[in-house]
């Protein structure tokens, strides 16, 4: 089966440089932790989490040094001012908006002042959305149902919404853009990505 988070994402060599040195990072759904074992190899303190048992025993086996824990990210305990840096890459966007927003944050939160929020979503314009308003012309909003008895979304962004979220803070980059992707389960389509970089600057 294919599981995602292998490569380590290339914003990262940029980030390092203004992160403190030996800095704490949270890796959500890490995946098969390539960006988490990208940091640990340059002296981060690292702690990654995925409800994949598989990934984090794996992860666990090959990097004894990353902090694998096996949860939902609405499970986890989130701590205050204790992060660097904070990892949402390619996962926020399977959760509906309610808890979406739970999440960013016990996220801030959990940052300390001067720390980094680094994430990737998917945006309205990915191909994904047209269809899903096909499917399901009456829904308000972005965020749609996948499986209700497994209570299964997928909300798709905007870069507006996105402002909002961290109106309180320091929006250092956002970009919006198309990747090409090919895998077994789905085979060759496009998805609509946005970035975010925030640098927290209160104390929530």
């Known amino acids: 089966m294919f599981k995602f988070g292998e490569n380590a994402d290339k914003k990262l060599s940029s980030l390092i440089k203004i992160l403190p040195k030996g800095g704490k990072v949270l890796d959500l759904g890490s995946g098969l932790g390539g960006s988490s074992i990208f940091l640990a190899k340059r002296g981060f303190r690292v702690k990654c989490l995925d409800r994949d048992k598989d990934v984090i025993e794996a992860i666990k086996k090959e990097n004894p040094k990353i902090n694998a824990i096996n949860k939902d990210i609405l499970e986890f305990d989130f701590p205050k001012n204790e992060y660097d840096l904070v990892l949402i890459l390619n996962v926020l966007h399977f959760f509906n908006l309610k ?97 975010l970089t925030v640098k927290k600057l209160t104390i929530n």
């Open 99 to 195: 808890d979406i927003k739970f999440i960013i944050k016990r996220v801030m939160d959990s940052l300390r002042v001067g720390g980094l929020l680094y994430l990737e979503v998917f945006s309205t314009k990915d191909s994904l959305y047209k269809k899903f308003l096909k499917i399901s012309p009456e829904t308000s909003g972005t965020t749609f149902s996948v499986n209700k008895e497994k209570q299964n979304f997928i909300h798709f962004f905007t870069k507006e919404e996105l402002v909002n979220f961290f109106a309180k803070h320091k929006i250092l980059e956002i970009k919006e853009f198309i990747v090409k992707d090919d895998y077994l389960t789905s085979g060759k389509h496009e998805h609509g990505i946005i970035s």
